[in-house]
């Protein structure tokens, strides 16, 4: 494999090795299945550190284009033929090079950005994306609800409205926090638009380059993303039966000075997991003991089916370290894009400051919209009925799995959210039973998209709230077949492995 690196150029040498690879890989040059030149031998080769080389290949693993595996090598991944590149233009002009030559950041590959696309084309069972229901979308609620605060408030709500939020929405939402026992003040809430802008946010204000934060892994990959900023050290802390595990957590904030902690303590995304309530007092102990602040994100935290409610960790802070974040996006809503950050007031304050020069303020129809509603009982009747829908749904996801899946795909079913999480045997890849899949019409996402350190292969996610019944059992059996031929193959393979090794030794 030849490459070429220019030290002259203003562009990071590992983003070199990368961007030359990925193009290899795109035309073709270097073939599914093909195993690439180990790092260490590579880094030699081109005379650099072999972090260097370690840092392209991560990130080539990250896109999904390249796989490693202990004790064998580094592969070109079978997903790797699905990334199509974009389709080049008949020139490029001088301008591109000069814009080139000015951007901050080297882009990241979005491949699951493009998976989640492929959603939308005709005839596929997507279980990629955690989206709303449009069994219950309540397009009438939302126009009768914007007649009335028009015919209100009138041209008022087409104007700029107040950086920290509509205060009619901040009163509602206040005594929402408080019957989930977080006693807020009004100046301790701050509307946003939605929690991708909440955690942008937080980065902006709290994390800077030399700053380490802890989160869970696998995570929302939407997170990773705005956490991996250059100079910020994320820490991986992996998610177990009772979500972070907090042994290793607090092995982290003993060894490094973490800046941040960031959880999702109710129906993890991507495994679904809950955080009990002995897990939630510690980590909160952990925070004060060690002055470390806390980000929660608790968007899937009102879409419980079943179980006992457990408190918001803002609820157990008693030194103002938990930074609560929500959503109305997961209720059915996402198109308002509004959320809301509860803290301390000086965070709340600085949080606002940087919302101000972002944005101004979040659309205030909006807010107004959903104040109507929440007001006038119409969101929580809304929530109970897409409790109910939702949990028919798993049911639905959960009694297809049962009689189409192996036993060895081992299928963690939440009590609450939208998606489950399904574990392979070890030597099973998701990202390879996607290529099979998608030749059948059914897409999903696979683990290694969530992890942004160490990413493991052998698991999926499948989201279910917005199929219909009968798609959610077609796409689990075509599946189920997928999944029971591969696990043939992989046993194949173990009997051929431990037959040659009986050889060997002989």
Wanted: aromatic content about 6%; proline content about 6%; overall charge positive.
């Amino acid at each position: 494999m030849l490459l070429t690196l220019d030290s002259s150029l203003h562009k990071p040498l590992y983003v070199q090795i990368r961007d030359q690879i990925r193009e290899r890989i795109m035309a073709g040059a270097i073939r599914v299945g093909e195993r690439l030149e180990p790092s260490r031998e590579l880094a030699k080769r081109l005379g650099v550190h072999r972090t260097t080389v370690g840092n392209a290949y991560a990130e080539l693993e990250a896109e999904g284009l390249i796989q490693g595996t202990v004790g064998r090598g580094t592969f070109v991944s079978p997903l790797a033929s699905q990334l199509k590149s974009p389709p080049p233009r008949a020139r490029r002009s001088t301008n591109d090079f000069f814009w080139d030559g000015l951007f901050v950041e080297e882009p990241r590959d979005d491949a699951l950005g493009r998976l989640m696309a492929s959603a939308f084309q005709p005839g596929v069972i997507s279980f990629a994306a955690s989206h709303a229901s449009l069994e219950l979308s309540p397009v009438d609620l939302v126009r009768r609800a914007t007649d009335r605060v028009l015919r209100r408030e009138g041209a008022r709500l087409l104007q700029y409205g107040p950086s920290d939020g509509y205060p009619p929405l901040k009163r509602y939402l206040q005594s929402q926090l408080r019957r989930d026992g977080i006693p807020a003040e009004l100046d301790e809430i701050l509307i946003t638009n939605g929690c991708q802008q909440s955690l942008d946010l937080l980065r902006r204000s709290l994390v800077t380059a030399g700053d380490t934060v802890a989160c869970e892994n696998p995570t929302y990959p939407g997170l990773s993303r705005v956490f991996d900023s250059p100079g910020v050290r994320m820490i991986g802390v992996p998610v177990g039966a009772e979500g972070m595990d907090l042994d290793l957590l607090q092995a982290v904030i003993e060894q490094s000075k973490v800046k941040l902690i960031m959880t999702s303590p109710n129906f993890q995304n991507p495994t679904g997991r809950v955080m009990p309530l002995a897990a939630r007092q510690r980590l909160c102990d952990l925070a004060t003991r060690f002055q470390t602040p806390v980000a929660e994100d608790d968007i899937y935290g009102a879409l419980r089916y079943h179980g006992r409610e457990l408190p918001p960790l803002k609820s157990l802070d008693t030194a103002g370290l938990v930074i609560y974040l929500n959503s109305f996006s997961k209720v059915g809503f996402p198109g308002l894009r509004v959320g809301w950050i509860v803290a301390s007031r000086r965070v709340i304050e600085r949080l606002r400051a940087a919302k101000q020069r972002a944005d101004l303020h979040t659309n205030l129809l909006g807010q107004a919209v959903l104040e109507e509603l929440g007001r006038g009982g119409w969101l929580n009747k809304l929530l109970r009925r897409t409790r109910k829908l939702y949990e028919h749904k798993l049911g639905v996801l959960r009694g297809a799995a049962e009689q189409h899946f192996p036993p060895e795909a081992v299928c963690v079913y939440p009590q609450g959210g939208m998606s489950a999480w399904v574990e392979l045997p070890a030597g099973l890849d998701a990202a390879e039973l996607l290529v099979k899949a998608q030749d059948c019409g059914v897409i999903f996402a696979p683990s290694q998209y969530f992890y942004f350190q160490q990413p493991q292969h052998n698991a999926f996610r499948l989201c279910f709230t917005a199929l219909p019944d009968h798609q959610i059992e077609r796409g689990v059996t075509i599946l189920g077949e997928l999944l029971k031929a591969a696990m043939r193959k992989n046993g194949k393979g173990r009997k051929k492995s431990a037959a040659g090794a009986n050889v060997a030794l002989v």
